[in-house]
Protein backbone atom coordinates (compact mmCIF):
# COMPACT_ATOMS: atom_id res chain seq x y z
CA UNK A 1 0.00 0.00 0.00
CA UNK A 2 2.85 2.11 1.14
CA UNK A 3 4.51 1.83 -2.61
CA UNK A 4 1.59 2.40 -4.17
CA UNK A 5 1.10 5.99 -2.57
CA UNK A 6 4.44 6.65 -3.26
CA UNK A 7 3.88 5.89 -7.21
CA UNK A 8 0.59 8.13 -6.77
CA UNK A 9 2.69 10.70 -4.93
CA UNK A 10 5.38 10.72 -7.74
CA UNK A 11 2.46 10.11 -10.43
CA UNK A 12 0.95 13.79 -9.30
CA UNK A 13 4.39 15.27 -9.07
CA UNK A 14 4.93 14.19 -12.34
CA UNK A 15 1.78 15.23 -13.57
CA UNK A 16 1.71 18.53 -11.55
CA UNK A 17 5.48 19.41 -13.35
CA UNK A 18 4.68 18.67 -17.25
CA UNK A 19 1.58 20.75 -16.70
CA UNK A 20 3.29 23.54 -15.19
CA UNK A 21 6.14 23.14 -18.32
CA UNK A 22 2.91 23.54 -20.90
CA UNK A 23 1.73 26.39 -19.14
CA UNK A 24 5.01 28.10 -19.54
CA UNK A 25 5.37 26.70 -22.70
CA UNK A 26 2.02 28.17 -23.69
CA UNK A 27 2.81 31.87 -22.37
CA UNK A 28 6.36 32.05 -24.07
CA UNK A 29 4.60 31.42 -27.35
CA UNK A 30 1.84 34.16 -26.94
CA UNK A 31 4.83 36.18 -25.80
CA UNK A 32 6.93 35.63 -29.39
CA UNK A 33 3.58 35.90 -30.97
CA UNK A 34 3.14 39.42 -29.67
CA UNK A 35 6.55 40.15 -30.19
CA UNK A 36 6.52 38.85 -34.12
CA UNK A 37 3.47 40.74 -35.11
CA UNK A 38 4.50 44.16 -33.03
CA UNK A 39 7.47 44.07 -35.28
CA UNK A 40 5.66 42.98 -38.60
CA UNK A 41 4.04 45.69 -37.79
CA UNK A 42 5.80 48.74 -36.41
CA UNK A 43 6.37 51.57 -38.80
CA UNK A 44 9.87 51.56 -39.93
CA UNK A 45 9.24 55.20 -40.71
CA UNK A 46 7.80 56.18 -37.65
CA UNK A 47 10.40 58.72 -36.34
CA UNK A 48 10.46 60.79 -39.69
CA UNK A 49 7.07 60.73 -40.75
CA UNK A 50 5.02 60.72 -37.18
CA UNK A 51 2.42 63.24 -37.24
CA UNK A 52 4.21 65.46 -40.20
CA UNK A 53 1.64 67.64 -42.90
CA UNK A 54 4.33 67.69 -45.53
CA UNK A 55 4.08 70.78 -47.61
CA UNK A 56 5.78 70.00 -50.44
CA UNK A 57 6.14 66.55 -52.12
CA UNK A 58 10.03 67.37 -52.45
CA UNK A 59 9.89 67.15 -48.38
CA UNK A 60 9.06 63.28 -48.25
CA UNK A 61 11.67 61.02 -47.74
CA UNK A 62 12.08 58.27 -50.41
CA UNK A 63 11.56 55.37 -47.77
CA UNK A 64 8.18 56.84 -47.33
CA UNK A 65 7.60 57.53 -51.07
CA UNK A 66 8.86 53.88 -51.81
CA UNK A 67 6.77 52.02 -49.15
CA UNK A 68 3.56 53.78 -49.51
CA UNK A 69 0.20 51.33 -50.39
CA UNK A 70 -2.13 53.92 -51.96
CA UNK A 71 -2.35 57.93 -52.47
CA UNK A 72 -5.55 59.55 -52.23
CA UNK A 73 -6.42 62.41 -53.71
CA UNK A 74 -9.52 64.61 -52.17
CA UNK A 75 -12.31 66.21 -54.24
CA UNK A 76 -12.73 69.52 -53.85
CA UNK A 77 -15.85 71.14 -55.15
CA UNK A 78 -17.86 70.43 -58.48
CA UNK A 79 -15.84 70.04 -61.83
CA UNK A 80 -16.20 71.23 -65.05
CA UNK A 81 -16.11 68.51 -67.00
CA UNK A 82 -15.44 64.61 -66.62
CA UNK A 83 -11.98 65.20 -67.08
CA UNK A 84 -11.44 68.50 -65.37
CA UNK A 85 -11.73 69.24 -61.66
CA UNK A 86 -11.69 72.58 -60.56
CA UNK A 87 -7.68 73.80 -60.82
CA UNK A 88 -6.36 73.53 -57.37
CA UNK A 89 -7.69 69.39 -57.53
CA UNK A 90 -5.79 69.18 -60.27
CA UNK A 91 -2.52 70.23 -58.93
CA UNK A 92 -3.51 67.61 -56.39
CA UNK A 93 -3.59 65.06 -59.20
CA UNK A 94 -0.49 66.33 -60.71
CA UNK A 95 1.13 66.34 -57.40
CA UNK A 96 0.12 62.27 -56.96
CA UNK A 97 1.16 61.55 -60.54
CA UNK A 98 4.36 62.89 -59.68
CA UNK A 99 4.83 60.54 -56.73
CA UNK A 100 3.38 57.33 -58.52
CA UNK A 101 6.71 57.70 -60.93
CA UNK A 102 9.02 58.89 -58.37
CA UNK A 103 7.65 55.06 -56.27
CA UNK A 104 7.93 53.15 -59.46
CA UNK A 105 11.91 54.48 -59.85
CA UNK A 106 12.67 53.94 -56.16
CA UNK A 107 11.27 50.59 -56.79
CA UNK A 108 13.26 49.80 -59.61
CA UNK A 109 9.85 49.53 -62.00
CA UNK A 110 9.57 51.39 -65.67
CA UNK A 111 7.93 55.32 -65.52
CA UNK A 112 3.78 55.68 -65.46
CA UNK A 113 4.06 57.29 -69.26
CA UNK A 114 7.23 57.76 -71.24
CA UNK A 115 7.23 60.11 -73.81
CA UNK A 116 8.74 59.56 -77.40
CA UNK A 117 11.08 62.48 -78.77
CA UNK A 118 8.10 64.06 -80.44
CA UNK A 119 6.71 64.65 -77.08
CA UNK A 120 3.71 62.69 -77.79
CA UNK A 121 2.52 59.99 -74.94
CA UNK A 122 3.95 56.52 -75.99
CA UNK A 123 1.65 53.55 -74.20
CA UNK A 124 1.49 53.32 -70.49
CA UNK A 125 4.43 50.54 -69.14
CA UNK A 126 5.45 48.77 -66.38
CA UNK A 127 4.06 50.25 -63.60
CA UNK A 128 0.94 50.69 -64.75
CA UNK A 129 -0.11 47.10 -63.55
CA UNK A 130 0.16 45.51 -60.41
CA UNK A 131 3.47 47.04 -58.92
CA UNK A 132 1.78 50.78 -59.91
CA UNK A 133 1.15 53.08 -56.80
CA UNK A 134 -2.72 52.78 -56.33
CA UNK A 135 -4.59 56.31 -56.89
CA UNK A 136 -7.62 56.49 -55.03
CA UNK A 137 -9.65 59.28 -55.88
CA UNK A 138 -12.00 60.49 -53.25
CA UNK A 139 -15.68 62.18 -53.11
CA UNK A 140 -19.24 61.84 -54.91
CA UNK A 141 -19.83 65.62 -54.12
CA UNK A 142 -20.32 68.69 -52.24
CA UNK A 143 -23.41 69.15 -50.15
CA UNK A 144 -23.01 72.96 -50.65
CA UNK A 145 -23.48 72.78 -54.15
CA UNK A 146 -25.37 71.19 -57.07
CA UNK A 147 -24.47 68.25 -58.32
CA UNK A 148 -22.69 68.65 -62.03
CA UNK A 149 -23.94 66.33 -65.01
CA UNK A 150 -23.30 64.69 -67.97
CA UNK A 151 -25.25 64.70 -71.30
CA UNK A 152 -27.13 61.86 -70.24
CA UNK A 153 -28.37 63.80 -66.89
CA UNK A 154 -26.47 61.72 -64.48
CA UNK A 155 -23.93 63.06 -61.94
CA UNK A 156 -20.39 63.58 -62.87
CA UNK A 157 -18.83 62.11 -59.74
CA UNK A 158 -15.79 64.38 -58.01
CA UNK A 159 -14.40 61.87 -57.92
CA UNK A 160 -14.40 60.45 -61.60
CA UNK A 161 -13.72 64.21 -62.79
CA UNK A 162 -10.38 63.67 -60.90
CA UNK A 163 -9.59 59.83 -62.24
CA UNK A 164 -10.57 61.54 -65.75
CA UNK A 165 -7.84 64.22 -65.01
CA UNK A 166 -5.23 61.58 -64.52
CA UNK A 167 -5.94 59.22 -66.95
CA UNK A 168 -6.72 62.24 -69.71
CA UNK A 169 -3.41 63.90 -68.58
CA UNK A 170 -0.98 61.39 -67.02
CA UNK A 171 -2.01 58.27 -69.05
CA UNK A 172 -2.57 56.57 -65.94
CA UNK A 173 -5.59 53.74 -67.11
CA UNK A 174 -4.92 51.35 -64.56
CA UNK A 175 -4.71 51.52 -60.60
CA UNK A 176 -6.98 54.95 -60.52
CA UNK A 177 -9.49 53.88 -57.99
CA UNK A 178 -13.07 56.31 -56.92
CA UNK A 179 -14.74 56.45 -54.25
CA UNK A 180 -17.87 58.17 -55.34
CA UNK A 181 -19.84 57.95 -51.97
CA UNK A 182 -18.82 60.70 -49.88
CA UNK A 183 -20.15 64.07 -49.45
CA UNK A 184 -17.75 65.57 -46.91
CA UNK A 185 -14.83 65.10 -45.68
CA UNK A 186 -15.85 62.73 -42.72
CA UNK A 187 -17.26 60.45 -44.81
CA UNK A 188 -14.31 60.91 -47.58
CA UNK A 189 -12.48 58.95 -44.64
CA UNK A 190 -15.18 56.80 -43.89
CA UNK A 191 -16.23 55.16 -47.14
CA UNK A 192 -12.55 55.24 -48.41
CA UNK A 193 -11.79 53.00 -45.39
CA UNK A 194 -14.88 50.63 -45.21
CA UNK A 195 -15.28 50.76 -49.04
CA UNK A 196 -11.56 50.20 -49.85
CA UNK A 197 -8.44 49.91 -47.01
CA UNK A 198 -9.59 47.70 -44.86
CA UNK A 199 -10.41 45.46 -47.79
CA UNK A 200 -7.53 45.51 -49.95
CA UNK A 201 -5.29 45.95 -47.35
CA UNK A 202 -3.61 49.07 -48.00
CA UNK A 203 -2.27 50.77 -44.62
CA UNK A 204 0.70 52.73 -45.63
CA UNK A 205 -1.60 55.93 -46.63
CA UNK A 206 -0.90 59.37 -48.32
CA UNK A 207 -3.67 61.80 -47.97
CA UNK A 208 -3.31 64.91 -50.49
CA UNK A 209 -5.47 68.41 -50.47
CA UNK A 210 -5.17 72.06 -50.15
CA UNK A 211 -3.40 73.84 -47.49
CA UNK A 212 -6.67 75.46 -46.34
CA UNK A 213 -8.13 71.96 -46.13
CA UNK A 214 -5.54 69.67 -44.46
CA UNK A 215 -5.27 70.24 -40.84
CA UNK A 216 -9.13 69.58 -40.79
CA UNK A 217 -8.74 66.53 -42.66
CA UNK A 218 -5.70 65.32 -40.69
CA UNK A 219 -8.10 65.59 -37.48
CA UNK A 220 -10.44 63.70 -39.42
CA UNK A 221 -8.46 60.88 -41.16
CA UNK A 222 -6.17 60.53 -37.93
CA UNK A 223 -9.75 59.84 -36.21
CA UNK A 224 -11.26 57.89 -38.32
CA UNK A 225 -8.26 55.31 -39.33
CA UNK A 226 -6.33 55.45 -36.77
CA UNK A 227 -8.45 56.34 -33.25
CA UNK A 228 -11.69 54.28 -34.47
CA UNK A 229 -11.46 50.39 -33.63
CA UNK A 230 -7.21 50.41 -34.18
CA UNK A 231 -6.24 49.00 -31.24
CA UNK A 232 -6.09 45.90 -32.60
CA UNK A 233 -2.63 44.50 -34.04
CA UNK A 234 -3.19 43.60 -36.99
CA UNK A 235 -4.62 46.71 -38.21
CA UNK A 236 -2.98 49.39 -38.14
CA UNK A 237 -2.75 52.58 -40.56
CA UNK A 238 0.27 54.61 -41.18
CA UNK A 239 -1.27 58.16 -42.40
CA UNK A 240 0.68 60.89 -44.01
CA UNK A 241 -0.31 63.98 -45.11
CA UNK A 242 0.69 66.43 -47.89
CA UNK A 243 -1.07 70.04 -48.94
CA UNK A 244 -0.79 71.39 -52.06
CA UNK A 245 -0.65 75.57 -52.73
CA UNK A 246 -4.02 77.33 -52.80
CA UNK A 247 -3.74 78.19 -55.88
CA UNK A 248 -6.72 79.37 -58.04
CA UNK A 249 -8.94 80.91 -55.52
CA UNK A 250 -9.95 84.67 -55.09
CA UNK A 251 -8.19 86.18 -50.97
CA UNK A 252 -12.07 86.48 -49.97
CA UNK A 253 -13.15 83.01 -50.62
CA UNK A 254 -9.71 81.68 -49.12
CA UNK A 255 -10.35 83.53 -46.20
CA UNK A 256 -13.87 82.38 -45.61
CA UNK A 257 -13.40 78.98 -45.93
CA UNK A 258 -10.56 79.07 -43.78
CA UNK A 259 -12.78 80.08 -41.22
CA UNK A 260 -15.08 76.99 -41.67
CA UNK A 261 -12.03 74.68 -41.57
CA UNK A 262 -11.10 75.67 -38.28
CA UNK A 263 -14.69 75.69 -36.88
CA UNK A 264 -15.24 72.34 -38.21
CA UNK A 265 -11.89 70.91 -37.27
CA UNK A 266 -12.45 71.86 -33.81
CA UNK A 267 -15.48 70.16 -33.83
CA UNK A 268 -14.14 67.38 -34.36
CA UNK A 269 -11.30 67.40 -32.31
CA UNK A 270 -13.27 68.23 -28.93
CA UNK A 271 -16.52 66.41 -30.25
CA UNK A 272 -17.21 64.01 -32.60
CA UNK A 273 -13.50 61.81 -32.26
CA UNK A 274 -13.98 61.44 -28.65
CA UNK A 275 -17.40 60.87 -29.09
CA UNK A 276 -17.55 58.50 -31.78
CA UNK A 277 -14.63 55.84 -31.12
CA UNK A 278 -15.88 52.93 -33.36
CA UNK A 279 -16.90 52.55 -36.76
CA UNK A 280 -20.29 50.87 -35.50
CA UNK A 281 -19.91 54.64 -34.06
CA UNK A 282 -19.42 56.19 -36.73
CA UNK A 283 -22.01 54.71 -38.75
CA UNK A 284 -24.52 55.61 -36.66
CA UNK A 285 -23.87 58.96 -36.70
CA UNK A 286 -23.95 59.17 -39.92
CA UNK A 287 -27.06 57.05 -40.58
CA UNK A 288 -28.80 59.28 -37.41
CA UNK A 289 -26.99 62.68 -36.93
CA UNK A 290 -25.78 63.51 -40.25
CA UNK A 291 -27.24 65.81 -42.36
CA UNK A 292 -26.68 64.63 -45.84
CA UNK A 293 -26.98 60.68 -45.10
CA UNK A 294 -30.21 60.86 -42.16
CA UNK A 295 -32.63 59.76 -44.00
CA UNK A 296 -35.31 62.53 -42.64
CA UNK A 297 -32.88 65.08 -42.91
CA UNK A 298 -32.72 64.22 -46.70
CA UNK A 299 -36.18 64.34 -47.11
CA UNK A 300 -36.59 67.71 -45.47
CA UNK A 301 -33.68 68.82 -48.00
CA UNK A 302 -35.75 67.77 -51.01
CA UNK A 303 -38.10 69.96 -49.43
CA UNK A 304 -36.66 72.91 -48.91
CA UNK A 305 -35.99 72.29 -45.55
CA UNK A 306 -32.50 71.39 -45.16
CA UNK A 307 -29.95 72.94 -43.50
CA UNK A 308 -28.24 76.22 -44.76
CA UNK A 309 -25.47 75.23 -47.17
CA UNK A 310 -22.56 78.40 -46.63
CA UNK A 311 -22.23 81.15 -47.31
CA UNK A 312 -21.59 82.57 -51.55
CA UNK A 313 -17.93 82.91 -50.69
CA UNK A 314 -17.63 79.51 -48.93
CA UNK A 315 -19.44 77.97 -52.15
CA UNK A 316 -16.87 79.27 -54.45
CA UNK A 317 -14.53 77.28 -52.48
CA UNK A 318 -16.04 74.38 -53.36
CA UNK A 319 -16.49 75.31 -57.31
CA UNK A 320 -19.12 78.16 -57.62
CA UNK A 321 -18.75 79.97 -60.79
Known amino acids: LLHHNNRTMVEIVSNN ?8 LFFMVLIGMYIFWSIEDADPFADET ?7 PDDLPNSLIKNLDVIMVLGGGVPESVEKPPFYVEVRCDVAAKLVGQHAELNGHKSIAAKDEEGSKSQVRGSTTRESLPILCLSAGTAHLPQALSSDGLPIWEGTACAGYLIQK ?20 YFARTSH ?18 ERTKAIFDWIFVQVDNGKIFNRYRMHYLSTPDTGLS ?18 RENLA ?17 SFYTSSKLIDRAKGK ?6 ELVKKSYGAM
Open 306 to 311: GDPTGS
Open 251 to 268: EEALAARMVKERNSEKTV
Open 170 to 189: HGMSKNVYVETTSFDTISNA
Open 50 to 56: SAIIYKS
Open 17 to 24: KIKGHLRT
Open 274 to 290: PTYKTLKAVWKFLNESH
Open 197 to 214: TDITGWRNVLVITNQFHI
